[in-house]
């Protein structure tokens, strides 16, 4: 899950991580008193969940008050195209109305988890402002990597290599230091999967401050962090994902046209490959479970239906607690139900397959139905053009 910037600011003021002033607003007209309250310079900021923000025309610098009414006017509602957003943007329902800071430097600074050494990694570069991706593309030996075992943690030695690494005075050293010190618990403490303050700025007063905060929680952790969860804004939603968590399916969203209803993860993720591997794409992922019942496959069955890019359904099922039985009556529910008339592959196998078959060729529905994988990567090849 990913916090906006002032969800995200929000939590750093909490702990002591400096911030600029500054507040969130919906409307333009809850400006004014900003404006007597914070003062000018302002820095109206588009709060939406994707990078590149500034050079998409989210975030604008105001000199008047007259400028920042402007702004704020312009900036709230637009469809913000970003280099992460994609074609049709993000409508901007917030903008953040912050202190304008004069900025001497900007520094990058990031906390990530390096799943192949199970440590945390934290990323500096003086470049900041910038994609740290261009930065490590062009000048590689600017990004400097320090690595922090989770089991020994954060270290004086950690702390001396950033800060002899971005070149900072002793002063700045010693703020970076304390920065860290409430930034590497932050992380720990929330579960974050990632955390990017890009720019990092060092202010014309000789102060560090997060003038960017960009925290992605691990969703699996939600569960712990209810007041995180709550933080959730359902326009950010994609409206299929909120309706299957909402009925406790395992499902995520794709690009292409083949939707896919499987029974565990590993065999979704194989169903996946099988489907590219015909030279069609998956309109999504989705695991019903080992133990899912007829009732979820039907509820599977309606996500998927209710997806326009939907052409074709690839049921593949591995009966196990999930019998085939259960499954197929689950299908043929579901199918009279809806009205189905997407042409349906399904492959299955396991307990009591026999019966489910029976059940499905004597429904009187137009199945495919096949016993083994290649069998269906060679129907689904049939179904390539339907894209
Ligand atoms: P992003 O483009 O989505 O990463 O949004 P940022 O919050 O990083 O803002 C983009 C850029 O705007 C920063 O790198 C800064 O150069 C500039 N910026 C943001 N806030 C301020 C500010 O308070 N003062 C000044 N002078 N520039 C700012
Ligand atoms: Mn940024």
New binding site residues.
């Given amino acids: 899950m990913h916090l906006h910037?002032y969800q995200a600011k929000a939590l750093f003021r909490e702990v002591g991580i400096p911030v600029?002033d500054g507040q969130v607003i919906d409307e333009p007209r809850q400006l004014l008193p900003l404006i007597d309250e914070l003062g000018l310079?302002l820095?109206i900021?588009a709060q939406v969940l994707?990078?590149?923000?500034?050079?998409?025309g989210?975030?604008r610098?105001v000199r008047t008050a007259s400028e920042a009414q402007a702004a704020a006017t312009e900036i709230l509602g637009m469809e913000l195209v970003?280099a992460q957003t994609g074609d049709q943007g993000k409508t901007v329902r917030k903008v953040m109305v912050?202190?304008?800071?004069?900025?001497t430097r900007?520094l990058y600074l990031s906390l990530l988890i390096d799943r192949d050494r199970a440590e945390i990694v934290i990323i500096g570069s003086q470049d900041?402002?910038?994609a740290i991706e261009e930065v490590a593309a062009r000048s590689p030996e600017r990004i400097i990597r320090v690595q922090v075992n989770p089991l020994i943690g954060l270290q004086g030695y950690h702390l001396r290599q950033l800060a002899f690494g971005l070149e900072l005075s002793p002063q700045l050293s010693r703020e970076l230091a304390s920065l860290l010190q409430k930034l590497y618990p932050f992380f720990m403490t929330y579960d974050c999967s990632q955390l990017e303050i890009?720019?990092l700025?060092v202010t014309s007063t000789g102060q560090l401050l997060a003038?960017?905060a960009?925290v992605e929680i691990d969703s699996n952790s939600l569960y712990r962090h209810p007041e995180l969860a709550a933080l959730a804004e359902p326009d950010d939603q994609d409206p299929l994902e909120a309706e299957a968590r909402a009925i406790g399916l395992n499902y995520i969203r794709l690009d292409g046209t083949i939707g896919t209803i499987v029974n565990g993860a590993g065999l979704a993720m194989a169903t996946m490959d099988l489907i590219k591997q015909a030279g069609a794409e998956p309109a999504n992922f989705l695991d019903v479970g080992g133990g899912a019942s007829a009732e979820m496959i039907e509820k599977g069955f309606r996500l998927l239906l209710s997806d326009q890019r939907v052409r074709a359904i690839f049921i593949n099922i591995f009966g196990g607690i999930l019998r085939c039985d259960a499954l197929a009556r689950g299908v043929v529910q579901a199918a009279r139900s809806t009205g189905l008339t997407l042409p349906v592959i399904v492959r299955m196998e396991g307990t009591n397959v026999d019966e489910g078959r029976r059940i499905l060729a004597e429904s009187g529905l137009t199945l495919t139905i096949v016993s083994t994988l290649t069998d269906a990567v060679r129907e689904l090849t049939n179904l390539k053009d339907l894209q």
């Fill in positions: 910037e600029p310079p820095v900021k994707a990078g590149g923000r500034g050079k998409g989210g975030v610098l970003t912050e202190q304008g800071i004069d900025i900007e900041g402002g910038m890009n720019p700025v003038v960017d960009k």
